[in-house]
């Protein structure tokens, strides 16, 4: 592992991990289709004794993705969601949490309505502004749970800066590198506790799984997580695991791809009459495009744009796309377009979605890895329909 971790992104996105099967020589990690595992007398094993513990195909999935996050553990989860929840398994009654107030909608449904009932409270702000950040923070505050670029509106947030802030205070970090992915940016090496990951998005990368990793540098932490991850049973199985895998081979090509074609669209929207705003750190607007140039290797495959229009006319011309598909998630070779208000973000109030700008007639792009003029032209059709 050491020596692996040496090597350079797409050596690790293949390699690391991943061993010839010991009894056949096959090249790719076998899908250990199995539940339960023979031993030799009673508590001898191989390292495996069941399945929802550890599976080999999973393990391979596990070592993979820590190789490539620059840390040196990782668990996998049924879904992203099941990671997070893993996370918040650490907190107890009375803990209070500070999160982003432009998140994931399932990350503030779950503080909101699951975690709350048991006494853990949880504060959405701007981690943009470190003032501000500091101010929410309370001597309760045991975790700070981070998106960047932010969903939807692609806010970047300083995780090295944020990072020193809580590991003063004693406070876990938490960042959601689903966005970015560990290709364009790796948050335990700024100083972050642990990452989690949406597999289902950048890592799958083909829209046919869902799942979840947590990554970290902690053995302790590690432990507790593992104990976690064991005892409340949120794992994949090894067919999902080995579609996780098989799309991590090829992060760093697809990502090439989302990032070139997600600036060409971003820069082809930003010149448009019926276009009042695009959101893409890699726009010179963008209000952090020096941050994103420091913290990110490129700027990523997604682009929010808010339209001259009514919510009406913005969910018209979401609905009018040939290449672009209307659909949830992200992160797939194929383009997709969301209006967040009415469907990603619609589990958090209209007010609070007020509150952190995400108006309703944005419209979120996945730039998926198609051919660029194909995208373009798709673009150009749709806001057609807004003359
Ligand atoms: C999709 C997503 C999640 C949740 O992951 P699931 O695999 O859908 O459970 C969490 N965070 C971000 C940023 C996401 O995009």
Redesign the pocket.
């Known amino acids: 592992m050491k020596q692996e971790t040496k090597q350079g992104f797409g050596t690790l996105a293949i390699h690391a991990g991943q061993h010839p099967d010991p009894s056949t020589g096959a090249i790719m990690t076998p899908v250990y289709m199995t539940s339960t595992y023979v031993q030799a007398a009673p508590a001898l094993t191989k390292g495996y004794d069941y399945s929802r513990s550890h599976n080999p195909t999973r393990t391979a999935m596990e070592q993979n993705i820590a190789a490539l996050e620059g840390g040196q553990f990782g668990l996998g989860?049924?879904?992203?969601?099941?990671?997070?929840h893993c996370v918040l398994n650490l907190l107890q009654q009375g803990d209070h949490v500070v999160a982003g107030n432009d998140?994931?909608g399932?990350?503030y449904r779950i503080l909101t309505t699951v975690h709350a009932k048991f006494g853990v409270a949880s504060t959405f702000t701007d981690l943009s502004d470190l003032a501000a950040f500091e101010r929410a923070l309370k001597p309760n505050t045991k975790l700070v749970m981070l998106?960047s670029p932010t969903?939807p509106l692609l806010r970047l947030y300083d995780l090295a800066a944020i990072a020193a802030i809580c590991q003063r205070r004693g406070i876990l970090t938490l960042a959601?590198n689903?966005?970015a992915s560990p290709y364009l940016q790796n948050p335990l090496k700024l100083g972050c506790d642990l990452v989690?990951?949406?597999?289902?998005?950048y890592l799958g990368g083909h829209s046919d799984v869902?799942?979840?990793v947590l990554v970290s540098n902690d053995a302790g932490l590690h432990r507790r997580l593992m104990h976690f991850q064991n005892s409340c049973g949120g794992t994949p199985g090894p067919m999902d695991c080995f579609l996780v895998l098989r799309g991590t081979k090829t992060l760093h090509i697809r990502m090439d791809r989302h990032c070139r074609n997600a600036m060409a669209v971003a820069l082809f929207l930003a010149s448009h009459p019926k276009v009042a705003k695009v959101h893409y750190p890699g726009l010179l607007s963008h209000p952090q495009h020096e941050l994103a140039k420091r913290q990110m290797r490129d700027f990523g495959g997604m682009v929010s744009v808010e339209l001259k229009a009514t919510v009406e006319q913005a969910k018209q011309v979401a609905s009018s796309f040939h290449v672009f598909s209307l659909a949830e998630?992200?992160?797939g070779v194929e383009s997709l377009v969301d209006h967040p208000a009415s469907m990603?973000h619609a589990s958090i109030p209209a007010a609070e979605r007020e509150k952190a700008g995400l108006s309703d007639g944005l419209i979120r792009l996945s730039v998926g890895v198609e051919d660029e003029a194909d995208l373009i032209a798709d673009l150009a059709q749709a806001l057609a329909q807004l003359n």
């Open positions: 989860f049924a879904s992203g969601m099941a990671a997070i998140l994931y399932g990350t998106e969903n959601d689903t966005f989690i990951h949406s597999s289902t998005k869902v799942g979840g998630s992200l992160g990603t």
